[in-house]
């Protein structure tokens, strides 16, 4: 069984700086990606940024130039550093995971939300 558990969020008036943490721990034989995600209120979970194996990353366009992810394989964790953040980025931020576990079978796992609210 593979856990992650998020962290870091927190209240931050626009145009400020926030870092998210994502730690995955347990059977982990491999991560194959981690990404993150985010949910408003009223709307649907999306993909914000997603590290794949291999170092190939993935933003969605309302962030690009503003986050950057990033991965410490040593430590199976991935960071979000979000920087110019808008009050449009409010929202209830997920880290999901993928991978193999030492007895060979398939994770998906995801964490339990960080709150990340942008004042104006």
């Known amino acids: 069984q593979v856990q992650v558990v998020e962290s870091g969020g927190g209240l931050v008036q626009a145009g400020g700086s926030l870092r998210l943490s994502c730690a995955a721990s347990?059977?982990?034989?491999?991560?194959?990606?981690m990404g993150w995600y985010r949910q408003a209120p009223g709307k649907q979970r999306e993909l914000v940024a997603l590290?794949?194996?291999?170092?190939?990353?993935n933003y969605t366009e309302s962030v690009k130039g503003r986050f950057t992810v990033s991965r410490d394989n040593t430590r199976n964790t991935v960071y979000l550093q979000m920087n110019s953040l808008k009050p449009e980025d409010t929202a209830v931020y997920y880290c999901?995971?993928?991978?193999?576990?030492?007895?060979?079978?398939?994770?998906?796992?995801w964490g339990q939300g960080t709150q990340v609210t942008v004042s104006s």
């Open positions: 590290i794949i194996s291999g170092g190939t990353i």
């Open positions: 999901n995971g993928q991978g193999s576990t030492r007895n060979g079978l398939r994770w998906d796992s």
């Open positions: 347990g059977s982990i034989l491999s991560i194959n990606r």
